[in-house]
């Protein structure tokens, strides 16, 4: 195989479902375009990352596409582990609608998710009912971050909605079409006024061809 062959075939492999694995170099660092055949670029969403469930088990985010997802970073001993309850009315609510909330445990703020998988699953379930698709702990900050946050907080890839993590529970909306539609804060809270109309705005959009 000649040289051009190998770099056309390796940038294909990449259009085509790699993005997830190549998408950061250095761990919390993400590459907002991947190149792709013919010298053109990707420009990655949501969709192109895979991600472990609380059970261990991969999942395409692809899975989810064409819904709306607020993705939310939890703790479980956090002054805003409360709410877990609002998050779970707010998916129970628009849930027939599309809306899919996507709990990642993260252990990055003063410990305050320092249980397992299997502890924080328990605990979601038993204080809180939490229905809504929860996954593996992982970090949201610093030089252990997952490629998924990476790509969240990366002001190229989502000017206007990138920066660092703050706290537990910061939310990204994502609309239908995998682009990041919102963030906010730990403090706004599930069924605030600002949140609650920005889910209703990205539901009511029709989803990219």
């Known amino acids: 195989m000649s040289v051009a062959t190998r770099r056309t075939a390796i940038a294909l492999s990449i259009a085509l479902g790699l993005v997830a694995a190549v998408g950061c170099g250095k761990s919390g660092e993400f590459s907002a375009q991947v190149p792709a055949q013919g010298g053109k670029t990707v420009n990655p969403s949501v969709y192109d990352f895979t991600v472990k469930d609380i059970e261990g088990k991969d999942t395409s985010?692809?899975?989810?596409?064409?819904?709306?997802?607020?993705?939310?970073?939890?703790?479980?001993?956090?002054?805003?582990?409360?709410?877990?309850?609002?998050?779970?009315?707010?998916?129970?609510?628009?849930?027939?609608?599309g809306l899919v909330i996507l709990g990642f445990p993260a252990n990055n703020f003063l410990w305050q998710e320092p249980g397992t998988d299997g502890e924080i699953k328990q605990f979601c379930s038993i204080k809180f009912g939490v229905t809504f698709p929860m996954f593996s702990k992982i970090s949201v900050k610093g030089k252990n971050q997952d490629p998924l946050y990476a790509f969240l907080t990366d002001e190229k890839a989502n000017p206007g909605f990138g920066g660092a993590i703050t706290w537990n529970f910061n939310k990204f909306l994502v609309g239908r079409d995998g682009k990041v539609v919102g963030r906010f804060g730990s403090k706004v809270e599930p069924d605030s006024k600002e949140l609650v109309e920005a889910v209703e705005k990205a539901l009511a959009a029709a989803s990219s061809p």
């Open 61 to 97: 985010l692809a899975l989810y596409k064409g819904k709306v997802l607020l993705i939310v970073n939890t703790a479980s001993k956090c002054g805003f582990t409360g709410q877990y309850e609002g998050l779970e009315k707010l998916y129970k609510t628009y849930q027939d609608r």
